[in-house]
């Protein structure tokens, strides 16, 4: 069975044969526009006989690139319907393997690789890689498209409107780097906002071990983000225990006047080994 790719009215007619429908809540749009699908593929830079993880495959457009490439393909597909035609596209190739159901349910049980590439919808991005991070799998390399927004989140520094504890989660265990801004038409169907893919590269030192309370510290300090550190950090402690912030502040040489869009992931780590150390 073979699929052009990049006609909206083939993937059309063939989603109508096979009865088939676009879910929304699973953000589906395919990406039909070739050179961009090459251009992810190469930001990769796997080399054949690699173990890519892939996200999303949908009916298989990036799949079949990977697949060419002489990559080993894990897909995790959540759409019943898609996964059935993926079978069917992919079947007798051996270096294709499918995991259906919901990707957030599945993927700490499956063995890791060290590339991962995805078209994830809004709704799981930020879900799935901080997960990924937090629970201390880690690719070599990722290329994901995600909405615009969620790039600028990932890629975000200090000082920057789009700087979160999402950013912070990324930077603590990649290199986040912007790649191309992939409009609309690029899609079928089109989506409402423009995507952006995003590449992360692993930290040299992403191995470390930081302080346990280090993730949920930098949510708590980005819980209300007009408070200043200070306000933020005497409600992570227990009650009674306001004084104990101050002392973590102090000891940690911060000014507890700071918001924490202002901190840099090496202050937070700082404070979050001093809270440690403190044994709270």
């Known amino acids: 069975m073979e699929l052009n790719y990049n006609s909206a009215a083939e993937l059309r007619a063939f989603l109508d044969r096979n009865g088939l429908g676009m879910r929304k809540k699973f953000g589906q749009n395919f990406l039909i526009n070739p050179s961009v699908r090459e251009a992810l593929v190469r930001a990769l830079e796997a080399e054949a ?3 890519v993880w892939e996200v999303g495959p949908g009916l298989g457009a990036m799949t079949s690139l990977l697949l060419e490439q002489g990559l080993a393909v894990r897909a995790f597909e959540v759409d019943p319907g898609f996964a059935r035609a993926l079978r069917e596209l992919f079947a007798g190739n051996t270096g294709f393997t499918l995991v259906e159901g919901d990707v957030l349910k599945t993927w700490a049980a499956d063995p890791p690789a060290p590339y991962l590439l995805g078209n994830l ?4 991005a930020a879900i799935l890689l901080a997960g990924f991070i937090e629970q201390r799998r880690f690719f070599k390399r990722i290329v994901v498209t995600v909405q615009r927004e969620v790039a600028l989140r990932m890629a975000a520094g200090p000082g920057c409107a789009d700087y979160s504890s999402f950013s912070v989660v990324c930077a603590s265990a990649y290199h986040v780097k912007p790649l191309m801004v992939i409009k609309s038409a690029s899609f079928y169907p089109r989506p409402n906002v423009d995507s952006q893919a995003v590449l992360l590269e692993l930290r040299e030192d992403a191995a470390r071990i930081l302080p346990a309370c280090f993730y949920p510290l930098v949510r ?50 700082a404070l979050a080994k001093t809270i440690e150390d403190m044994g709270l």
């Open 121 to 124: 919808p809004y709704n799981i």
């Open 220 to 269: 708590r300090l980005f819980s209300s983000r007009r408070k200043t550190i200070k306000n933020n950090l005497s409600g992570f402690f227990n009650a009674g225990q306001g004084a104990m912030a101050l002392e973590a502040l102090e000891k940690s040489a911060l000014d507890g006047n700071k918001r924490a869009e202002d901190l840099t992931i090496e202050e937070f780590t």
């Open 49 to 51: 006989g690699d173990a």
